[in-house]
């Protein structure tokens, strides 16, 4: 086999293991990893290795996020000559995560034991992911474990090791595979790893188990899906036409519910600012007597011409004369502001409100017995946000968001199994609304319901939950994250020790000629 088809293997497995609309097959997203091995174990030199795992890793984020050209070539008044190289520059650089594992990993085969170079595999996984959350702003976006999300049995371990850990689990089992000739533990390893997956899935799953978690009460919470444009949404003519329209489509199911969920800036327009719309949506929550959480931009004012805006989730109460708020805290890059803005010649990809600052406050909207956990559009990827919002007492968690700049393609998907994850590592409900689809109501084992088509309108009522309890990933985070980290470290200088006093000898040479073989002409 040429490394050229282990390349390709990465590349389809990606495409088709992460949520498409065209194909979608959650098991294929192990190849990926298993054919990273592959490179890491066949090259003749780590570099090698890292230059064709770069390669492999590039192809495969290009081919599971080519939406990213799609806000920028719709909505960014870039042409799509411009918008098309985004993903690809993107792509580049998430790959150089993947070169760094397969450039490792190579070296870890020239001097680990079989059943070592699996552990080290995992763990060198989840630091990568790790990593990838918190380097240069964060982008978790192609984290393993989320392919598998559509299946919730599978995604249980998530409650003990996080979706990071679960993900070097899976890694480890591959590893597994393309070593078990040289090991009979190796092979022990493999089974029982699957094992304990499916039997935790099936124990967590049937009956219903929340080990730890209390269920303190019920609510039923209604979202609604409006359908704006986004090319008018931001027009002053359509202003008062989307505004109306979530009013009329709240009608439909206030009776029914403990309070409404907008979408992220469903107002596009400073819902803070004395006008006409405000007073009417303050008038609708008080009739109604229905709490309102809407998104909307929000500003501070500091003098005349000088203010700081934010993306804004207000929760407007019939029995309070004020409105409470939480501003975003993770803001998207090149979408909401810009980074290193004093040096870097570029505006905003696309359209909005404005640059936008962070928020700093991450604590539980309040209202009733609900405390509700926000998170923003794409905060719902980033496990310690969510871990964040449970620790300051929230009994649900709320991801408003607008994935209207992705149209119909695999982004409102995959961003629905990313959120799912969180759940599942924290042990609440979560209500999602959004503007264009996927809403739903996701419970505490990862199960959805209530779901929205794209691009439909949309009143839902969902019954969740309110929970209090810790998960054990919860309640030992610091443990449980920062484990692998200092495991894959002290696996690290371990390696280069033993490469030095071996000066470039291989201690397990047949691994690597095994697989020599079968990958190179």
């Given at each position: 086999?040429?490394?050229?088809?282990?390349?390709?293997?990465?590349m389809?497995?990606a495409?088709?293991?992460?949520?498409?609309?065209?194909?979608?097959?959650?098991?294929?997203?192990?190849?990926?990893?298993?054919?990273?091995?592959?490179?890491?174990?066949?090259?003749?030199?780590?570099?090698?290795?890292?230059k064709?795992?770069?390669?492999?890793?590039?192809?495969?984020?290009?081919?599971?996020?080519?939406?990213?050209?799609?806000?920028?070539?719709?909505?960014?008044?870039?042409?799509?000559a411009?918008?098309?190289?985004?993903?690809?520059?993107?792509?580049?650089?998430?790959?150089?995560?993947?070169?760094?594992?397969?450039?490792?990993?190579?070296?870890?085969?020239?001097?680990?034991?079989?059943?070592?170079?699996?552990?080290?595999?995992?763990?060198?996984?989840?630091?990568?992911?790790?990593?990838?959350?918190?380097?240069?702003?964060?982008?978790?976006?192609?984290?393993?474990?989320?392919?598998?999300?559509?299946?919730?049995?599978?995604?249980?371990?998530?409650?003990?090791?996080?979706?990071?850990?679960?993900?070097?689990?899976?890694?480890?089992?591959?590893?597994?595979?393309?070593?078990?000739?040289?090991?009979?533990?190796?092979?022990?390893?493999?089974?029982?790893?699957?094992?304990?997956?499916?039997?935790?899935?099936?124990?967590?799953t049937?009956?219903?188990?929340?080990?730890?978690?209390?269920?303190?009460?019920?609510?039923?919470?209604?979202?609604?899906?409006?359908?704006?444009?986004?090319?008018?949404?931001?027009?002053?003519?359509?202003?008062?036409?989307?505004?109306?329209?979530?009013?009329?489509?709240?009608?439909?199911?206030?009776?029914?519910?403990?309070?409404?969920?907008?979408?992220?800036?469903?107002?596009?327009?400073?819902l803070?600012?004395?006008?006409?719309?405000?007073?009417?949506?303050?008038?609708?929550a008080?009739?109604?007597?229905?709490?309102?959480?809407?998104?909307?931009?929000?500003?501070?004012?500091?003098?005349?011409?000088?203010?700081?805006?934010?993306?804004?989730a207000?929760?407007?109460?019939?029995?309070?004369?004020?409105?409470?708020?939480?501003?975003?805290?993770?803001?998207?890059?090149?979408?909401?502001?810009?980074?290193?803005?004093?040096?870097?010649?570029?505006?905003?990809?696309?359209?909005?409100?404005?640059?936008?600052?962070?928020?700093?406050?991450?604590?539980?909207?309040?209202?009733?017995?609900?405390?509700?956990?926000?998170?923003?559009?794409?905060?719902?990827?980033?496990?310690?946000?969510?871990?964040?919002?449970?620790?300051?007492?929230?009994?649900?968690?709320?991801?408003?968001?607008?994935?209207?700049?992705?149209?119909?393609?695999?982004?409102?998907?995959?961003?629905?199994?990313?959120?799912?994850?969180?759940?599942?590592?924290?042990?609440?409900?979560?209500?999602?609304g959004?503007?264009?689809?996927?809403?739903?109501?996701?419970?505490?084992?990862?199960?959805?319901?209530?779901?929205?088509g794209?691009?439909?309108?949309?009143?839902?009522?969902?019954?969740?939950?309110?929970?209090?309890?810790?998960?054990?990933?919860?309640?030992?985070?610091?443990?449980?994250?920062?484990?692998?980290?200092?495991?894959?470290?002290?696996?690290?200088?371990?390696?280069?020790?033993?490469?030095?006093?071996?000066?470039?000898?291989?201690?397990?040479?047949g691994?690597?000629?095994?697989?020599?073989?079968?990958?190179?002409?």
């Amino acid at each position: 086999m040429h490394p050229a088809v282990a390349i390709i293997i990465a590349m389809l497995s990606a495409g088709i293991g992460y949520a498409n609309p065209l194909l979608h097959l959650p098991t294929a997203i192990l190849g990926f990893p298993l054919a990273l091995g592959l490179i890491a174990f066949s090259s003749p030199s780590p570099r090698k290795a890292m230059k064709t795992g770069w390669i492999a890793g590039s192809l495969a984020a290009i081919t599971s996020m080519y939406w990213i050209a799609y806000p920028v070539g719709v909505y960014g008044g870039l042409s799509w000559a411009l918008a098309i190289p985004c993903p690809v520059l993107i792509g580049m650089f998430v790959g150089a995560y993947y070169a760094f594992y397969t450039y490792m990993l190579s070296h870890a085969v020239r001097v680990l034991s079989p059943f070592a170079l699996c552990l080290f595999s995992g763990l060198l996984w989840t630091s990568m992911e790790t990593a990838q959350g918190a380097m240069f702003t964060g982008f978790p976006w192609m984290t393993l474990s989320s392919a598998l999300a559509f299946r919730p049995e599978w995604i249980q371990s998530a409650a003990f090791i996080g979706a990071y850990g679960l993900s070097g689990l899976l890694v480890s089992v591959t590893a597994a595979i393309l070593v078990c000739r040289k090991s009979h533990l190796v092979k022990i390893w493999a089974i029982a790893v699957v094992a304990f997956i499916i039997i935790l899935g099936g124990v967590r799953t049937s009956p219903q188990q929340f080990t730890n978690i209390k269920k303190t009460g019920e609510a039923s919470i209604g979202f609604v899906q409006g359908n704006i444009n986004q090319a008018q949404k931001w027009n002053d003519e359509y202003k008062n036409t989307t505004f109306k329209k979530y009013l009329d489509l709240s009608r439909q199911i206030t009776d029914q519910s403990d309070i409404v969920v907008w979408p992220e800036t469903a107002m596009p327009f400073y819902l803070q600012d004395h006008g006409i719309m405000r007073t009417e949506l303050i008038n609708f929550a008080t009739e109604t007597k229905t709490p309102i959480l809407t998104g909307a931009p929000g500003y501070v004012l500091h003098s005349k011409g000088d203010f700081s805006l934010y993306n804004r989730a207000y929760l407007i109460s019939p029995d309070k004369k004020y409105m409470d708020w939480y501003d975003k805290s993770h803001l998207v890059p090149f979408g909401e502001y810009i980074p290193f803005k004093s040096i870097l010649p570029l505006g905003k990809l696309v359209q909005g409100a404005g640059d936008f600052l962070p928020g700093t406050d991450a604590a539980p909207l309040q209202s009733g017995d609900l405390a509700m956990g926000m998170l923003i559009c794409y905060e719902g990827i980033f496990p310690e946000l969510a871990q964040e919002r449970v620790e300051k007492g929230a009994n649900i968690l709320i991801n408003i968001s607008n994935d209207a700049w992705y149209g119909k393609t695999s982004a409102p998907l995959q961003h629905l199994n990313l959120v799912t994850m969180r759940t599942v590592e924290q042990g609440r409900y979560m209500i999602r609304g959004t503007n264009t689809g996927i809403s739903a109501c996701i419970d505490p084992l990862g199960r959805v319901t209530k779901t929205t088509g794209l691009f439909v309108d949309a009143a839902v009522v969902a019954k969740a939950a309110l929970l209090s309890g810790e998960t054990f990933y919860h309640a030992n985070y610091k443990t449980v994250t920062r484990t692998p980290l200092i495991l894959t470290l002290l696996f690290t200088v371990w390696i280069i020790i033993n490469r030095r006093i071996n000066s470039g000898g291989n201690k397990y040479k047949g691994i690597i000629t095994e697989h020599a073989s079968t990958l190179r002409p």
